[in-house]
């Protein structure tokens, strides 16, 4: 990913922002949204294009420190193309992706939320906890929308989910298991693989949870390419007030053979598979099977042999509903909806903090199981 050129010597003028989310109103009515991207390497790019043909948008310019990077997307997308944040600033700016690496980010939010510009960052909202706070506090305190880009949220599956299941809480998560691993790409090694990649599950797993993070955290990992860990699996447990507790089990690796994401529900009124690749999944609804889950109960029971049955055949399973949206359209869509609204977004300030809390417990776990 092309890193951004910050030019923290230079303020930053004041320009019509998002400030007093409040409001509730449209306060751009009449008039497009001007919109602007911060580093166009693998993912910015695809922000730019977004802007550039959404109705109600208009893309102003696109940031990045290669000079040859961003002549190159400015001309493909028929905007101008600027060497620092301050210069897309000056040019008037209502909302930002950011999407440099991790380590930049705070660099560069901070002058766009000063100057009150809507800002929709990447995953995650910083490489840490001490950053992560720094940028949400700032977006509280001058009034400017931030939203965190955990795409895994508008993967058509994940809607399909969301849909059937009302995010998936009504299922009461008892077990919940992870897997994400993909070869090394050589991306993204700014960070270790729980801030690059486990990250989205934990958006995921933290909004089943109903934004609750856990009560325990276990960690395991092992560096191997890069300074960071490559490879970690952790253990996640909630108590519920009242007795039971929920079990998130998450494998991460860059450095599989294959690539698989991969996630799976068990709770106490329904089974669901996700498969975020194929856009696929499935639901098996206890109360759906409830009448032969009860005889075949009665039948054990009983001592039959029931080792002729396939259970496959004996459960209803229903498929997810899954439409064919592009996930970074559909992100894209809610970060202007709720600026244009005047609401929080689906994945405001608190919920990025919260899985970068989450994200570096884990790290900080997988440290200690190192000494």
Avoid at 159 to 182: C, K, L, W, Y
Wanted: proline residues 4%; glycine residues 8%.
């Amino acid at each position: 990913m092309s890193q951004a050129a910050v030019s923290t010597s230079t303020t930053a003028s004041p320009t019509p922002g998002t400030a007093a989310l409040a409001a509730g109103v449209d306060r751009y009515a009449g008039r497009a949204l001007r919109c602007g991207v911060v580093g166009v390497g693998r993912m910015g790019q695809h922000h730019a294009r977004v802007y550039s043909r959404m109705q109600g948008c208009t893309l102003v310019g696109v940031v990045d420190a290669s000079e040859t990077r961003r002549a190159e997307i400015a001309g493909k997308f028929e905007t101008s193309g600027f060497a620092t944040v301050h210069d897309l600033i000056r040019a008037g700016v209502d909302a930002v992706s950011i999407a440099v690496p991790t380590t930049m980010h705070r660099d560069v939010a901070e002058p766009l939320l000063r100057a009150g510009v809507a800002c929709l960052i990447e995953k995650p909202l910083a490489q840490d906890v001490e950053n992560a706070r720094a940028i949400k506090d700032l977006a509280e305190s001058s009034g400017s929308m931030l939203m965190v880009g955990h795409i895994e949220r508008f993967n058509p599956i994940m809607r399909a989910m969301q849909a059937a299941t009302r995010n998936g809480q009504d299922v009461v998560p008892r077990f919940i298991e992870v897997h994400r691993v993909s070869p090394m790409t050589f991306r993204s090694v700014d960070v270790g693989v729980v801030m690059d990649m486990m990250i989205h599950d934990l958006d995921v797993v933290l909004m089943l949870m109903g934004g609750a993070e856990p009560d325990e955290v276990q960690a395991a990992g092992v560096a191997v390419i890069t300074d960071h860990e490559d490879v970690c699996n952790a253990r996640l447990t909630w108590r519920r007030r009242g007795g039971g507790a929920c079990v998130a089990n998450i494998t991460a690796s860059r450095l599989a053979l294959k690539t698989e994401r991969v996630t799976r529900i068990t709770g106490e009124n329904a089974y669901i598979k996700i498969d975020y690749g194929a856009k696929s999944g499935i639901m098996i609804r206890r109360i759906a099977n409830e009448p032969q889950m009860m005889e075949m109960r009665e039948q054990l029971r009983r001592g039959a042999d029931l080792t002729s049955l396939k259970w496959s055949e004996l459960v209803n399973i229903d498929p997810l509903q899954v439409d064919d949206a592009e996930p970074i359209v559909s992100e894209i869509e809610e970060f202007i909806n709720a600026l244009r609204s005047g609401r929080r977004p689906a994945i405001d300030a608190e919920a990025g903090f919260a899985n970068v809390r989450t994200a570096q417990r884990i790290v900080e776990s997988i440290k200690r199981t190192m000494q």
